[in-house]
């Protein structure tokens, strides 16, 4: 897991410095399809949707189910679009992941074993949803960049 907290690590720093230097990040493609902040606020609701699945595993010992969250919801009830500039949900996203690598970085070799239920009944690892979540945000930020 050290090689991806590095990535983790790399993107924390390097992406803010891309994402400043884009113009037109609020265009809405559609009413429907999200703006590049919108995109940015959702990596935002990742994160924090992340952050909390990892406290509530390495907290506690009962069995839990992956829960899934309704993302457009998330951004629209955030209201990224109207209610924040980029350089303020940048800041946000700053927070949220280096806040989130504290957690990670603490993690030992066992705990990342550590599992969740998901809804079809398989079992995922802590180290499934971190390699998850980075593949989620570059996905995203191909997105943003693209
Ligand atoms: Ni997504």
Redesign the pocket.
């Known amino acids: 897991m050290n090689n991806l907290i590095n990535e983790f690590s790399s993107l924390i720093q390097s992406v803010p410095k891309i994402i400043r230097a884009l113009s037109n990040t609020d265009y809405k493609p559609s009413p429907t399809k999200w703006s590049k902040k919108e995109i940015l606020g ?1 990596l935002c609701d ?1 994160a924090t949707m992340n952050h909390k699945r990892f406290i509530d595993r390495l907290s506690s010992k009962d069995e839990l189910v992956l829960e899934l969250y309704k ?1 457009n919801s998330w951004v629209e009830l955030n209201d990224y679009q109207n209610s924040y500039t980029i350089e303020e949900i940048l800041t946000l996203w700053t927070a949220l992941n280096s806040r989130f690598m504290i957690v990670l970085a603490n993690i030992s070799e066992e705990q990342w074993k550590l599992q969740y239920t998901s809804q079809n009944e398989e079992s995922v690892t802590l180290s499934w949803l971190f390699t998850d979540y980075i593949d ?1 945000m570059k ?2 930020l191909n997105q943003i960049l693209g």
């Open positions: 959702h990742s993302q989620h996905h995203h």
